[in-house]
């Protein structure tokens, strides 16, 4: 179900005909009111499916309505002709993965959408893309991840498979090396192991990168079956290097990648191991874990309009929205 909602200023938008506002909150920031474009504790993104929109909001502001002035939503972006995707957005209308990671000393977001776009966008600027491609309106691409030598990693699920596009090789590429890899949902890079861990319906595997960057290879070199089926969020644990985040169709794990072991006796668990949860990150300044997992009254039976944090519990809701993730808006790698 589609209803009318009012869309938030884009990147450039806020930049150029808010400048007042963004001034206003950068001048009162602090470690718990982040200026936009900073990695503060208390920011959260979202893809807001009611909008077709990632946001970055303060978790430090209780109300996430701007129509009572709390200014929540610090950044809000979705692709257009002017930001230079010609030919992609059509390839976009249920965004479903939204991540900040560093590459070459900038700051990007990588994200995905169902309908086929993944995009690795220059963060706060949001104009342009470092690489951006349509990986098939059929494939549900769900996760993407920027590999160390500039290429990028994309799970679909539909599509079954896993793939590494040679970004490395232009803003534009198409080539890639597939994985097949069944209900693929979620990808993260271990620096440590130098390995490509990926989640899908039944198992996790470490996928080993090889060959040059313009002829990359993806070879299992690991496989974890999973306790319970339908894998779907896969994440670093910060503090643990060993320890993933692993969400199924019912649960939610830490997994130990050197024994295999799902573990669900970790603290908070007793909230955070739950149905459905579409996305699950912890935030490293402070430990609180942030959750999102579908609730009813959204028109979307995949989506809510309520985060959920753990340890201490507290919530969020941004009216009107249909949210399918929500993260801690930090890079796991610099945490």
Not at 54 to 64: E, N, P, Y
Not at 68 to 94: I, M
Request: proline share 7%; glycine share 10%; with cysteine.
């Amino acid at each position: 179900m589609r209803l009318t909602r009012t869309l938030w200023p884009l990147a450039a938008g806020l930049a150029l005909t808010a400048a007042t506002t963004m001034t206003s909150i950068a001048t009162t920031a602090s470690p718990g009111n982040a200026a936009p474009g900073s990695e503060g504790c208390c920011d959260i993104v979202v893809t807001d499916q009611a909008r077709d929109q990632i946001l970055v909001l303060d978790a430090g502001k209780q109300d996430w309505d701007a129509e009572h002035g709390s200014r929540a939503v610090k950044w809000a972006w979705q692709p257009t002709l002017d930001e230079g995707f010609d030919g992609l957005v059509d390839n976009w209308g249920l965004p479903d993965e939204a991540k900040l990671r560093h590459f070459q000393g900038r700051r990007y977001l990588l994200t995905t959408d169902s309908y086929g776009l993944a995009a690795m966008v220059p963060y706060p600027s949001g104009n342009g893309s470092y690489w951006a491609a349509d990986v098939g309106r059929g494939a549900n691409a769900h996760s993407m991840e920027v590999l160390p030598d500039g290429n990028v990693a994309v799970a679909a699920s539909t599509g079954a498979w896993v793939r590494v596009y040679t970004a490395s090789q232009g803003a534009r590429s198409t080539t890639y090396t597939q994985f097949d890899f069944p209900g693929a949902h979620g990808v993260v890079w271990d620096a440590d192991r130098e390995l490509l861990w990926a989640v899908g319906d039944y198992e996790v595997v470490g996928l080993t990168v090889g060959g040059p960057p313009a002829e990359p290879t993806l070879t299992a070199t690991t496989r974890y079956e999973l306790p319970t089926p339908w894998g779907h969020d896969l994440q670093p644990v910060p503090g643990d290097d060993n320890r993933l985040w692993v969400s199924s169709g019912s649960h939610v794990y830490q997994l130990d990648v050197r024994t295999g072991v799902f573990h669900d006796d970790y603290p908070g668990a007793e909230t955070i191991d739950s149905y459905g949860v579409k996305s699950v990150t912890t935030n490293p300044a402070t430990g609180q874990v942030l959750t999102a997992a579908p609730e009813e009254g959204t028109g979307c039976s995949w989506c809510t309009a309520t985060v959920r944090m753990h340890q201490p519990t507290e919530s969020r809701t941004l009216p009107d929205s249909q949210i399918y993730k929500a993260r801690w808006w930090v890079d796991p790698a610099r945490s």
